[in-house]
Nanobody, 114 residues
Framework: QVQLVESGGGLVQPGGSLRLSCAASGSIRWILAMGWYRQAPGKQRELVATVTSGGNTNYADSVKGRFTISRDNVKNTIYLQMNSLKPEDTAVYYC????????WGKGTLVTVSS
């Protein structure tokens, strides 16, 4: 099965930006939808953005206008550009298919704090 490795997290001040990457060990070309999820402390994991193989995107209301998801089917990598970050964006971020069909990676921690 395809393995997923997330990276790019870190500590950032409110209003700052980060770019997350998710590298897949195999081809994602044939996967219809890939997504970024996040899990904040004490909360359930939630889907924040998806991108289809055709490039169509969808976002949770909480991140719409601030986050941008993209995919590179040649590099087998998914990206999440996060701008205007807020403390409530603090979470561990994961990637997976839109239906969460693959094994979860370790995620990458994003902390938004002054």
């Amino acid at each position: 099965q395809v393995q997923l490795v997330e990276s790019g997290g870190g500590l950032v001040q409110p209003g700052g930006s980060l770019r997350l990457s998710c590298a897949a060990s195999g081809s994602i070309r044939w996967i219809l939808a890939m997504g970024w999820y996040r899990q904040a402390p004490g909360k359930q994991r939630e889907l924040v953005a998806t991108v289809t193989s055709g490039g169509n995107t969808n976002y949770a209301d909480s991140v719409k206008g601030r986050f941008t998801i993209s995919r590179d089917n040649v590099k087998n990598t998914i990206y999440l550009q996060m701008n205007s970050l807020k403390p409530e964006d603090t979470a561990v971020y994961y990637c997976n298919t839109g239906a969460a069909l693959l094994n979860w990676g370790k995620g990458t921690l994003v902390t938004v704090s002054s």
